[in-house]
């Protein structure tokens, strides 16, 4: 089964600094997440612009 997400809903990936972590934040946005927060192991973190 395929997720169904809303526009409303928050995805949260953990170790999202690999390959797989940003594979599945960009699923989320395909499937629909409003937003997607990712963690990652570092002490700095870049973020994506959500458009």
Same mark, same amino acid.
């Given at each position: ?15 999202? @600094? =690999?390959? $797989?972590?940003?594979?599945? #934040?960009?699923?989320?946005?395909? !499937?629909? @997440? =409003?937003? $997607?927060?990712?963690?990652? #192991?570092?002490?700095?973190?870049? !973020?994506?612009?959500?458009?």
């Amino acid at each position: 089964m395929i997720a169904k997400l809303r526009p409303d809903e928050t995805v949260f990936v953990s170790a999202a @600094a =690999g390959g $797989v972590g940003t594979a599945a #934040g960009r699923f989320a946005r395909l !499937l629909g @997440a =409003g937003r $997607v927060i990712g963690s990652t #192991g570092k002490m700095t973190l870049r !973020l994506a612009d959500e458009s």
